[in-house]
């Protein structure tokens, strides 16, 4: 591992059990991460984006799901190299929130409603950061004055309900930036927001990258998403990684037919078509897995 | 957005929606009516008066009365052996004293007047000892809701924390809650709860408080428990996990606010319910002890009079009606103020 390897996760194995069966939900997956880099994860619903993110956290719901394979090889700031799987669950709560942080897809219903945004964002604090309630109020206003929140002393007494879903990311992402984290996972941040609206976040999100010197793990199904802000993409299809590199050899010289598909069905700009393409279009999986490129062209 | 809208948290909105129920909002002045009286009872209906001006000394007879009974005090030595309204005899001028509205204790008792129908001086009348029926109802009230309120503060507590757990952590946990809630459900409750009474060695009001709190936590806890299944996988609730939170905290600071509007309602509800079962078991002779009136009993003991003395089973039995369907008023209007499809 480099000096400036922060994860590496290898040959990756989670399993749901379930009434039919044994399903594998990620299969065998490696890549690493890096200081200050953003590492893409792509794939379509069901391909085992977010049990990869939510392994790397151990917030897998068990029963029915469980990491059975592989090693989370973690940098971590207190306690040198672990194996994130080998940790007990003492250890990994003290890495939650401190060193891992992770932001969702819905900020319309990961902020608490019941409780105002100050409160959440200063819980966290006086948990983690031993602060009392006045450095803990400060410090809120400042980390909402970082992610660019309009009136911090407003927002700070208001309910989630009465912000918009980029004010609420925003606060979102103050809670995850309150206590430093090395790691910030970003599950679909941008999926519930409007385009201009995404632009924004995804400025937010690689400046505070820059000036934290953190990695982010940014999981999506949006390449238009992962072209502006990836750094490695990772492709993910049924549980398997299909290709990674980084984002120009991917976006320039696809190497797999499930990357190629992917990338042949983002709908044209200039011209309407009748049908969208969907990937089936342009790739066959054979009985043995095996995937075949179909050569077919648009219209 | 330029201008913010006041902060309204949910507490209000619900408080906006549940004023707009004029049947449950005059139901919660009637309950505040009922805490007064159970407050203020000693004041309201007691032999004794509430300040005495005696042979140039001052007394205040019932808050000494809390003295005595609660921190060991003793009466005055005038006081001693004597009954207050005996005392009017020998009054000297200059002596007066002012009494509660209704100048009788529950217990105190007088021949004379046996029997009689309301009138000014008792205006619900008096029973087959010439005990003031009124004056009965009004110390009955305290036992009644008191026995509404704690029996259902404890089985709320037990239904909530088991019903978390359950709902929270599923699996094995899970499984044993939901088999112990089903073999409680198996007994009926009342015959449970008359078995257990007729057990226990001493008659008193802290056992029935106890029993109904012990038997009825069941709905509380399924209630719970749907609640931590539907909210437990919110965005939010995994997000106090990511941020590193105990379990305690994220059940119970997290996801336990969100679960609680049923349980509210249930609870409310549960107050009506449990007053009807203590006037049940009074009635049946299972209650509070037979010096200690409560409703239950007073209806129990005027049975045997019902052809002569209306007025003392139509008072009782309209406090627990009226009191029974206020809170289940109070209940409704909750319900539905906390309905988020009847929002306009």
């Given at each position: 591992m480099s000096e400036n390897t922060l994860a590496e996760i290898h040959e990756l194995e989670t399993i749901f059990t379930t009434d039919e069966g044994v399903v594998k939900a990620v299969d065998k997956v490696s890549f690493s991460l890096e200081k200050g880099r953003t590492v893409g994860v792509v794939g379509e619903s069901g391909s085992g984006k977010s049990v990869t993110s939510l392994s790397l956290m151990r917030l897998?719901?068990?029963?029915?799901?469980?990491?059975?394979?592989?090693?989370?090889?973690?940098?971590?700031?207190?306690?040198?190299?672990?194996?994130?799987?080998?940790?007990?669950?003492?250890?990994?709560?003290?890495?939650?929130?401190?060193?891992?942080?992770?932001?969702?897809?819905?900020?319309?219903?990961?902020?608490?409603?019941?409780?105002?945004?100050?409160?959440?964002?200063?819980?966290?604090?006086?948990?983690?950061?031993?602060?009392?309630?006045?450095?803990?109020?400060?410090?809120?206003?400042?980390?909402?004055?970082?992610?660019?929140?309009?009136?911090?002393?407003?927002?700070?007494?208001?309910?989630?309900?009465?912000?918009?879903?980029?004010?609420k990311q925003r606060v979102m992402i103050a809670m995850a930036m309150s206590c430093n984290p090395r790691i910030l996972i970003a599950d679909e941040p941008t999926t519930a927001l409007d385009v201009t609206v995404q632009a924004t976040i995804l400025d937010?999100?690689?400046?505070?990258?820059?000036?934290?010197?953190?990695?982010?793990?940014?999981?999506?199904?949006?390449?238009?998403?992962?072209?502006?802000?990836?750094?490695?993409?990772?492709?993910?299809?049924?549980?398997?990684?299909?290709?990674?590199?980084?984002?120009?050899?991917?976006?320039?010289?696809?190497?797999?037919?499930?990357?190629?598909?992917?990338?042949?069905?983002?709908?044209?700009?200039?011209?309407?078509?009748?049908?969208?393409?969907?990937?089936?279009?342009?790739?066959?999986?054979?009985?043995?897995?095996?995937?075949?490129?179909?050569?077919?062209?648009?219209? | 957005m330029s201008e913010m809208a006041p902060a309204r948290s949910y507490t209000q909105i619900v408080a906006t929606q549940f004023s707009r129920n004029k049947l449950a909002v005059f139901s919660v002045h009637i309950i505040y009516v009922l805490l007064f009286v159970f407050i203020f009872a000693d004041f309201l209906a007691n032999d004794k008066p509430i300040v005495m001006h005696l042979k140039g000394n001052t007394y205040f007879p019932v808050f000494r009365e809390y003295g005595v009974n609660w921190f060991g005090l003793n009466w005055q030595d005038e006081f001693k052996s004597q009954q207050f309204k005996i005392l009017e005899d020998d009054y000297e001028a200059g002596d007066w004293a002012i009494y509660p509205p209704i100048p009788y204790s529950p217990n105190e008792y007088n021949l004379q007047v046996k029997l009689q129908p309301p009138s000014m001086?008792?205006?619900?009348?008096?029973?087959?000892?010439?005990?003031?029926?009124?004056?009965?109802?009004?110390?009955?009230?305290?036992?009644?809701?008191?026995?509404?309120?704690?029996?259902?503060?404890?089985?709320?507590?037990?239904?909530?924390?088991?019903?978390?757990?359950?709902?929270?952590?599923?699996?094995?946990?899970?499984?044993?809650?939901?088999?112990?809630?089903?073999?409680?459900?198996?007994?009926?409750?009342?015959?449970?709860?008359?078995?257990?009474?007729?057990?226990?060695?001493?008659?008193?009001?802290?056992?029935?408080?106890?029993?109904?709190?012990?038997?009825?936590?069941?709905?509380?806890?399924?209630?719970?428990?749907?609640?931590?299944?539907?909210?437990?996988?919110?965005?939010?609730?995994?997000?106090?996990?990511?941020?590193?939170?105990?379990?305690?905290?994220?059940?119970?600071?997290?996801?336990?606010?969100?679960?609680?509007t049923p349980v509210l309602v249930t609870a409310t509800?549960?107050?009506?319910?449990?007053?009807?079962i203590e006037s049940g078991l009074s009635f049946l002779g299972f209650g509070a002890p037979p010096e200690q009136a409560t409703w239950g009993s007073l209806l129990s003991s005027a049975r045997d009079m019902l052809p002569t003395g209306w007025w003392l089973t139509t008072f009782p039995g309209l406090a627990i009606f009226i009191t029974v369907t206020v809170y289940n008023l109070v209940g409704e209007g909750l319900r539905d103020a906390l309905d988020p499809r009847l929002k306009q």
């Open positions: 897998i719901p068990n029963p029915p799901g469980r990491i059975v394979g592989g090693r989370l090889m973690y940098h971590s700031r207190t306690k040198g190299l672990v194996d994130l799987t080998k940790v007990s669950e003492h250890e990994m709560r003290e890495f939650r929130g401190n060193e891992i942080a992770m932001i969702f897809q819905e900020p319309m219903t990961s902020l608490n409603p019941v409780f105002t945004c100050g409160d959440q964002v200063m819980e966290a604090l006086i948990l983690h950061e031993k602060m009392n309630k006045k450095q803990a109020r400060a410090r809120t206003l400042e980390l909402f004055v970082e992610v660019e929140l309009p009136r911090p002393e407003n927002i700070i007494e208001s309910y989630p309900h009465q912000l918009s879903g980029g004010q937010l999100m690689r400046k505070l990258r820059d000036s934290h010197d953190m990695g982010i793990i940014f999981i999506t199904h949006d390449l238009g998403v992962i072209a502006e802000i990836a750094d490695h993409v990772v492709v993910m299809y049924k549980g398997k990684i299909v290709e990674q590199g980084s984002v120009w050899e991917i976006f320039s010289n696809p190497q797999h037919p499930y990357t190629k598909g992917l990338l042949a069905c983002r709908p044209p700009l200039h011209h309407r078509l009748k049908l969208l393409p969907t990937i089936s279009d342009f790739m066959e999986e054979t009985d043995s897995g095996e995937m075949i490129e179909l050569k077919k062209s648009v219209d | 001086a008792h205006p619900f009348g008096t029973d087959e000892l010439g005990r003031d029926v009124l004056s009965q109802m009004i110390h009955g009230a305290r036992v009644s809701l008191l026995v509404g309120f704690v029996a259902v503060a404890i089985y709320v507590f037990i239904g909530v924390i088991l019903g978390a757990l359950a709902g929270f952590y599923g699996g094995f946990m899970d499984i044993v809650i939901q088999r112990l809630i089903e073999i409680m459900i198996t007994f009926p409750r009342m015959f449970l709860i008359i078995t257990i009474v007729a057990v226990m060695e001493t008659q008193s009001i802290i056992n029935i408080m106890v029993i109904l709190g012990l038997t009825g936590w069941t709905g509380v806890a399924r209630f719970t428990r749907a609640e931590f299944l539907k909210v437990k996988n919110e965005d939010y609730v995994v997000a106090a996990k990511a941020l590193g939170y105990k379990d305690f905290r994220t059940i119970f600071r997290h996801v336990l606010p969100n679960t609680l509800f549960g107050v009506a319910a449990a007053i009807l």
